[in-house]
């Protein structure tokens, strides 16, 4: 069964602090991995794109790494600010069909 | 830059009661999705249309229906709502299945008493 599973659940951290999201998935055919970010009460934005040949892509603090071998996915976060507090959901794509599989999300919350 | 854009945002619908909720977007993409999140679970889709005129069956569509208006508009139905239907919808377009980001709508809360 395809699966995409995170960790951790949730997670609260000091403004200006580092972070890492953990995701695992089992989907297969692998064909992309994606991290969204959605805050409350809003719908998910994509925030990188990995395919299987990407080990790492940053978009500004955001750093994504990908290990298609042990089908393991990172998103790090630097300096963390106030307005990255928000759920992050890893999406894997493929699985025959290019189906969309979600991870339940990691709840961040950054304080002061 | 509208977007993906839902309506309503929010509803309470009495069990037994009929809706359909809109979901329109403006990036001229083939692709469009109807999803439902749930506490503690991940986006479950519902219903998908790869291309104007057709619709497929996700992961959990029963108690649904879709029409796909014409390559803009996207809309799902409950028929007959249950409390189990109680859920946030997500609305969602990509130029085509898979690959290529999909952009999602604000959501719309819906609550069956």
Not at chain 2, 4 to 33: E, R, W
Request: glycine share 8%; net charge positive; charged share 15%.
């Amino acid at each position: 069964k395809n699966q995409v599973e995170q960790s951790p659940q949730s997670l609260i951290i000091l403004e200006g602090k580092n972070c890492t999201l953990q995701c695992n998935y089992t989907v297969s055919p692998f064909s992309n991995l994606r991290w969204y970010k959605q805050d409350t009460g809003r719908g998910p934005v994509s925030l990188t794109i990995m395919t299987f040949s990407e080990n790492t892509k940053s978009n500004g603090r955001y750093t994504a790494t990908l290990d298609a071998d042990t089908k393991q996915s990172s998103l790090h976060i630097t300096a963390s600010q106030l307005s990255d507090s928000a759920s992050y959901i890893c999406v894997v794509i493929g699985g025959g069909g290019n189906k969309l599989t979600f991870g339940t999300g990691t709840q961040l919350k950054v304080e002061l | 830059n509208a977007g993906v854009t839902q309506t309503p945002k929010f509803q309470v619908l009495k069990t037994g009661q009929s809706m359909t909720l809109q979901c329109a977007q403006d990036m001229n993409h083939n692709s469009m999705y109807w999803y439902r999140q749930d506490p503690g679970m991940g986006l479950r889709l519902i219903y998908y249309s790869a291309s104007e005129g057709t619709t497929d069956k996700g992961e959990v569509p029963n108690g649904y229906n879709v029409s796909r208006l014409n390559k803009r508009e996207f809309s799902l139905r409950l028929e007959s709502a249950a409390p189990s239907q109680t859920s946030v919808y997500f609305c969602a377009s990509s130029p085509n299945r898979g690959y290529t980001e999909a952009f999602f709508g604000q959501g719309t809360r819906l609550t069956v008493v």
